[in-house]
């Protein structure tokens, strides 16, 4: 009988130590900006454009800034895409810091030097 507890144990009680919610940190600047608790922040949205095909994305310019921080702003892209999904459109955003603009556009222009070479895909 002990051991039959002690076998039941062993599946139940990683069940609760693994069902706890683990605490995303934040990795981008404007993710940082934005989980700070207990201050009032102002957001600036600038659209900047939009494409559709099969879906929407909608780029806009980001400034997020905090009126107890006269100097320090945070600025960025948003870019929420919306898929068909049967009926329904989902949108998901997704925000890029300034800094990393510039090393985004090169990987874009390669995958696009790339696809050149390959037509097929």
């Given amino acids: 009988m002990k051991k039959l ?3 039941g144990l062993m599946f139940v009680l990683p069940c609760f130590a693994f069902g706890e919610e683990i605490e995303k940190i934040p990795t981008t ?6 989980s700070k608790k207990g201050n009032m922040t102002i957001k600036e949205y600038y659209p900047i454009g939009d494409m559709s095909e099969k879906g929407n994305a909608v780029f806009e310019a980001l400034v997020l800034s905090d009126p107890s921080e006269k100097i320090a702003k945070t600025k960025g892209l948003r870019v929420e895409v919306s898929e068909e999904n049967g009926r329904f459109m989902r949108p998901n955003a997704v925000f890029i810091d300034f800094e990393e603009l510039e090393s985004l556009s090169k990987a874009v222009g390669y995958m696009a030097d790339l696809s050149s070479f390959h037509p097929e895909t």
């Fill in 5 to 7: 507890i002690v076998v």
């Fill in 29 to 34: 600047n404007i993710e940082k900006f934005m």
